[in-house]
């Protein structure tokens, strides 16, 4: 019954909005008069960082909601050259980066990007990643004329945030009428690269017929070359060797037994091309006074390849492999190991992302008191990458000796002494090291194609009422979607082709004729990691690695005796193959239907409603499980066990949940410049699609034997009561003084349990399994402060400060910070602007967080403190022509993370900064 009711509904929704068209079309025939402008339409032209501030400043004011704004400076700019970086600059968003130091995703009130919603023209992106939080990297931000962030919630509202719900607004002609043109070029350098870059684009939009008809073209295309130098992984073991006769007396003693032991570190600097084209455009059309319509589309394309080249270091314990330990508080933080392998690893990413989305909107009035507006659209994302990934990894054999010692705040000192006493360190930076000392090894091949495809359609309406018993009117509405999210895994990892040449690192390349090696030293490698390591490193040709494999082909395959096995190489075994149990296809389909009462009063106003929220969902994958493992050479870290897998079984299971989503809002005008407003709702956002599938990985050949249950069809959505508190104080024009106190009562929320020492069924062996939960509940309280003052001389600054406390229970038992939320984030900038001369810098901090409560053996990974700093200035030469420079990351900022405490170092990334010129011409 209920499938039928949310066909019924699509559908009718569907149709409704056809109708709409096909009603305005007919009214505007019958019309007598000739469509005439609408005398009360507002036009809104903004220019210049002052005049985009006190836009953002007045949107807040006027909304219904507990809302704040960003502006674009004029058409086709938007304050910062990412979008998510312009977010920053409201009270309570933060951002994490991707590479190259650009910002990806967005925290609301320190709540992670799962947990918020982010829609362009009021409808959902399709993105490339497994969830469905949006990738701010795929859309430049020259197709966005505005963004507003939602922090309370009200029944007309779109579902799905807890954080806070961000809208992004594509410009309309429209928004200022007439005849409008620009340029803007710029070039840019990275001073951590030291490569350059450049971008281009444009906009058109004219109004014509009386300004009744308008249009609006944009594009860009645009070029960088960027470097981050990173850490790879950094991982630990709880049980390798878990206790430890560190003083030699025979006797495992207090304070040897319980240790964490660093396993495997690998890190380097990954190269990236990050090409950008996009096309938007937008069609207005009042058909009559009373019929509005809208057709707009964008269609956008990232191709960014990366390139990694990493040295790596496998230190893990084994029977007689270890000396010189030292254990400071569990964690062994230094040794000397015997018969250690340098690695040098070759990794290759490939994402090319198409992102879409068109849609038509039409308002009618079909009388002075009612007003219908319908909405269709659809949004996809696809990113073909499967099998294009590589991870190809070489290494010198030979009985060598490192040693590891972890640092406070930095990256561990690593030294390498050769089996033939050279120093590793001093072979590579002069370059000796080449095709006779790297042999063959590990050669994955991996990658996932993805695609996302959103169907939805609305139907709205506002009924004025009058104002009798203080209700002004009624808003009204329905709306379905329908998603479908299908990634299919391609891989060699787990066919075991990745390892078909593992610890063969004395079948060098020399010995098989081929050209692989070349040295490489980069200027500024690993800038601000601290310790001590080879300043240098190698890379490969790749396919001169695969061609040279292919010469072992029809050769035995050896034991670890050197015995035959009976098997024969083949380099068409190390082919990617579909890996079922790590894709997925999840089918989600919603429908809603909400009412909402406008209430207002003589100096009050605010709304009371609900939302009625169906979810339906089907996910389709397939699991298997691990038979056996034989590990024939469990003394060498570096090499692989064999792993058998039972044969996949498809699983598919579908799911369902109701939920009825009140909300209130309120704000009082004490006075003409000063309005106190309160909300309090029932807000969810649902699990991230990859969640869903119960799709599974393992670490087992690594030895690392964990198994990673990554989704669970049976997960429920998010719930949370939130209440809302704000004052606001607009003491001057284009300034104002903000402050607000919030609270949210979060119950399912969704996180990793950790079970250690499982018996999964593998004779032997016992696993650390992680999955998937909804957690009890968490409680989230915060405040906020904000201040914007624009003096008459031109100057004026923006300051935002936020504070979020946050409390976790799992089990009934407490066990933290809620994971992923930023405690405290805050800016200020500072601007000037008079006469054609413009000038800005800002701050933007993000404090310390917990990034996750239990990595390993209950150490939790925290996140250190950042802050981005950036600054532009520009000159008006003609009322046309301008020319700006701008600077990013000016502070050389970076990401570190760790288990909680300063030596024992599990995240690293450094972007650079990056330097900006150009110019702008109007038409």
């Not at 569907?14 to 009360?40: K, L, R, S, Y």
């Not at 004025?464 to 808003?475: M, N, S, V």
């Not at 082919?575 to 009462?597: C, H, I, R, W």
């Not at 001057?732 to 950790?754: D, E, G, H, L, M």
């Amino acid at each position: 019954m209920g499938s039928r009711i949310e066909t019924g509904l699509r559908r009718s929704l569907i149709a409704a909005a056809v109708e709409m068209a096909v009603c305005g079309t007919a009214f505007a025939q019958a019309a007598q008069t000739q469509p005439q402008a609408d005398p009360d339409a507002q036009v809104v032209v903004v220019s210049g960082a002052r005049a985009a501030l006190a836009k953002s400043l007045e949107l807040k004011r006027n909304a219904d909601v507990i809302q704040d704004s960003i502006s674009a400076t004029e058409l086709g700019r938007f304050p910062d050259d990412n979008v998510a970086d312009s977010l920053t600059h409201i009270s309570g968003i933060s951002v994490s980066r991707t590479r190259g130091g650009e910002g990806q995703y967005i925290n609301v009130r320190g709540l992670g990007s799962g947990y918020n919603i982010v829609t362009l023209n009021k409808r959902i992106l399709a993105t490339d990643g497994d969830g469905r939080d949006f990738a701010f990297d795929v859309l430049p931000s020259e197709v966005i004329s505005g963004a507003d962030v939602m922090k309370s919630a009200e029944a007309a509202q779109m579902e799905g945030s807890i954080g806070g719900s961000v809208n992004l607004r594509s410009a309309r002609p429209m928004d200022n009428p007439g005849y409008h043109a620009s340029v803007r070029f710029e070039a840019d350098h990275n001073d951590l690269s030291r490569k350059d870059g450049g971008k281009l684009s444009g906009v058109v939009s004219n109004t014509f017929n009386n300004n009744t008809m308008g249009v609006l073209v944009g594009a860009v295309v645009s070029k960088r070359k960027v470097r981050t130098d990173s850490l790879g992984y950094q991982t630990y073991n709880a049980d390798s060797p878990g206790s430890y006769d560190v003083n030699g007396d025979g006797v495992i003693g207090a304070g040897e037994t319980n240790l964490l032991a660093p396993c495997c570190i690998s890190f380097g600097s990954v190269f990236e091309e990050k090409k950008r084209a996009a096309l938007s455009g937008a069609f207005e059309w009042k058909v009559t006074p009373t019929f509005k319509m809208t057709a707009d589309a964008l269609a956008t394309r990232l191709d960014s390849p990366q390139v990694g080249y990493q040295q790596s270091y496998y230190v893990e314990s084994a029977p007689g492999r270890w000396s010189d330990v030292v254990v400071k508080d569990r964690l062994i933080t230094s040794m000397t190991v015997k018969d250690l392998i340098p690695e040098m690893s070759n990794v290759t990413t490939d994402r090319v992302v198409d992102t879409m989305q068109f849609g038509w909107r039409g308002e009618w009035r079909p009388s002075n008191a009612l007003k219908l507006t319908g909405d269709v659209y659809r949004s996809t994302s696809k990113r073909n990458s499967g099998g294009k990934d590589s991870f190809v990894v070489a290494g010198i054999a030979g009985h060598n000796t490192g040693y590891y010692r972890a640092t406070n705040g930095g990256f561990p000192d690593i030294r390498v002494t050769l089996e033939d006493g050279r120093d590793l360190a001093t072979e590579l930076a002069a370059g000796r090291l080449g095709n006779k000392d790297y042999g063959v090894h590990f050669t994955g091949l991996t990658g996932t194609d993805i695609k996302d495809t959103i169907d939805g359609a609305s139907l709205d309406g506002r009924l004025a009422l009058g104002g009798a018993w203080h209700i002004d009117g009624l808003q009204f509405g329905a709306s379905a979607t329908s998603r479908k999210k299908d990634r299919n895994s391609i891989g060699n990892e787990k066919s075991g082709g990745a390892c078909q040449y593992c610890d063969m690192y004395s079948t060098t390349f020399a010995s098989l004729g081929a050209n692989v090696v070349q040295p490489m030293t980069l200027p500024n490698y690993m800038r601000n990691a601290g310790g001590s390591f080879p300043g240098s490193f190698i890379k490969f040709d790749v396919p001169a690695y695969f061609a040279a494999l292919k010469k072992l082909d029809g050769k035995p395959v050896l034991d670890a005796d050197g015995n035959p096995t009976g098997d024969t190489f083949d380099v068409s075994k190390s082919q990617p193959v579909f890996v079922p149990t790590d894709s997925y296809s999840v089918t989600e389909k919603t429908a809603t239907l909400y009412g909402q009462l406008e209430l207002a009063g003589e100096n009050w106003n605010g709304n009371v409603g609900a939302r009625l929220v169906r979810t339906k969902t089907t996910s389709r994958s397939a699991i298997d499980k691990i038979v056996a493992i034989d590990d024939q050479t469990p003394d060498i870290p570096t090499s692989s066990p064999i792993v058998t897998y039972s044969p996949a079984v498809p699983v598919s299971e579908d799911g369902s949940y109701t939920k009825l989503l009140p909300s209130a809002n309120i704000s009082w005008w004490a006075r003409d410049d000063f309005v106190v407003r309160g909300a309090i709702a029932k807000v969810m956002a649902r699990p991230s699609l990859d969640k869903l599938a119960p799709t599974r990985t393992d670490n087992t050949l690594d030895r690392s034997y964990v198994l990673n249950i990554v989704g669970d069809p049976k997960l429920k959505p998010t719930e949370a009561v939130q209440q809302d508190l704000s004052v606001e104080w607009y003491y001057r024009p284009k300034s104002a003084i903000t402050a607000a106190i919030f609270a949210k009562q979060i119950k399912n929320f969704v996180t990793y349990q950790t079970d250690e020492h499982v018996d999964i069924g593998v004779p032997g062996y016992l696993y650390t399994v992680t999955h998937p939960v909804n957690g009890d509940k968490a409680n989230v309280r915060g405040i906020e402060f904000g201040i914007q003052h624009l003096f008459d001389n031109g100057f004026g600054f923006n300051a935002k400060f936020a504070k979020t406390l946050t409390k976790a229970y799992q089990n009934g038992q407490y066990v933290g910070q809620l994971e992923g939320v930023a405690p405290t984030a805050s800016s200020i900038g500072f601007l000037y602007e008079k006469n054609g001369v413009n000038a800005s810098i800002s701050f933007d901090y993000t404090g310390e967080y917990t990034q996750s409560a239990n990595v390993l053996a209950g150490f939790p990974a925290k996140v250190d403190a950042l802050t981005w700093v950036t600054a532009s200035a520009s000159w008006d030469v003609t009322r046309n022509v301008t020319l700006f420079v701008e600077g990013k990351n000016l502070g050389d900022a970076v990401m570190r993370s760790n288990l909680g405490r300063s030596d024992a170092l599990y995240g690293f990334e450094s972007w650079g900064r990056t330097f900006v010129a150009g110019m702008s011409v109007k038409f």
